[in-house]
């Protein structure tokens, strides 16, 4: 099976999920300057879930850009990442309504905790299809920055609990690590097929 359809369906859910983002956002109501206050949270919110679906859509494209082979598994283990990414329009909204407010804090790391988780295991079902010895196994190796940034939403999620602005500082903090696409996979990708 190839990857085209692939690529264009978990594009055109990334598309959808900005969207969806961005109409989440509301006029102000008054014709000052003062009136956009209302929107500071909401727009930090979507400004930091706006830079962590983009990295994650980077990234997916370096990952598929050597990928060959697709078959049932991987649909599956793509499906699940675009399942959880596809809830940052409704946390992301609701963290910056609230103004990170604990539960909302909370609940928006735990799903960019299980957008990670799955985006790792995508990468897993990808080498295991193409093999352990691909090109693409050696690139991704262990996946420390992975690893690390699932970590650290692990961590900021209870954190969220008790210091909301500290987990959102954590869940910047990983987005700042990933704004410069995976470097393995980019540099990878500038090599002939």
């Known amino acids: ?60 494209h370096h990952l598929l850009a050597r990928t060959e082979l697709v078959n049932g598994k991987v649909l599956w283990a793509n499906l699940n990442f675009l399942f959880w990414l596809s809830l940052m329009p409704v946390t992301t909204a609701w963290m910056g309504e609230t103004r990170l407010a604990p539960v909302p804090t909370a609940l928006y790391g735990f799903d960019l905790f299980l957008a990670g988780v799955s985006y790792f295991v995508l990468g897993r079902v990808l080498v295991r299809n193409q093999g352990p010895r691909s090109p693409l196994a050696q690139l ?54």
């Open 1 to 60: 099976m190839t990857k085209g359809r692939l690529e264009a369906f978990s594009d055109g859910v990334i598309a959808i999920i900005i969207t969806v983002m961005v109409l989440e956002l509301k006029v102000p109501h008054g014709d000052d300057l003062s009136a956009l206050r209302v929107l500071a949270a909401p727009f930090a919110a979507y400004v930091l879930s706006f830079l962590h679906v983009g990295i994650y859509w980077n990234n997916h």
């Open 140 to 193: 991704i190796g262990s996946d420390t920055k992975g690893r690390l940034s699932t970590g650290l939403y692990a961590v900021a999620v209870p954190v969220a609990c008790a210091h909301p602005r500290l987990a959102a500082a954590i869940y910047a903090l990983v987005a700042l690590m990933w704004f410069i696409p995976d470097r393995r996979l980019e540099s990878y990708e500038a090599l002939p097929p």
